[in-house]
Nanobody
C-alpha cells in the first residue's frame, strides 16, 4: 500500500487549505483512511478518519472547521481545512488502516501546513 500526499502550504490564520492523499495498492473497503498531524515537539495525533462507507470521526479541536472526504468511496482522501489557527500548523500525514487488523497501518510522507497569525 502506498500513499501520496499533496497540498498543504502556508496560510494566514482564518484561511483555508486542502490536503489530499492518493492511495494505491489497498483493496477497496478493507482500509479506513485518515489524516494525522505532528507539530514540532509533540506526538502525532489523529485529526480525522473516514471509513469506506463514509463514517467520519474528528478530533474535537477541528470539528466544524475541517472536513474529511473520500470521493466515490475510492482511493483518495481529502481534508478541507478552514478557519485555520496557528495551532493547526503541523506536518500532516495520511494513513490507511486495515479494518481486518488495526495494527496494520500505512503512512504517506507528510505535507507541511504553516499558519501565520
Amino acid at each position: 500500500v502506498q500513499l501520496q500526499a499533496s497540498g498543504g502550504g502556508s496560510v494566514q490564520a482564518g484561511g483555508s487549505l486542502r490536503v489530499s492523499c492518493a492511495v494505491s495498492g489497498a483493496r477497496f473497503g478493507l482500509y479506513d483512511l485518515g489524516w494525522y498531524r505532528q507539530a514540532p515537539g509533540k506526538h502525532r495525533e489523529l485529526v480525522a478518519t473516514i471509513t469506506s462507507n463514509g463514517r467520519t470521526k474528528y478530533t474535537d479541536s477541528v470539528k466544524d472547521r475541517f472536513t474529511i472526504s473520500r470521493p466515490n468511496a475510492g482511493d483518495t482522501v481529502n481534508l478541507e481545512m478552514s478557519s485555520l489557527k496557528p495551532e493547526d500548523a503541523a506536518v500532516y500525514y495520511c494513513n490507511a488502516q486495515s479494518i481486518l487488523n488495526r495494527a496494520v497501518n500505512y503512512w504517506g510522507k507528510g505535507t507541511l501546513v504553516t499558519v501565520s497569525s
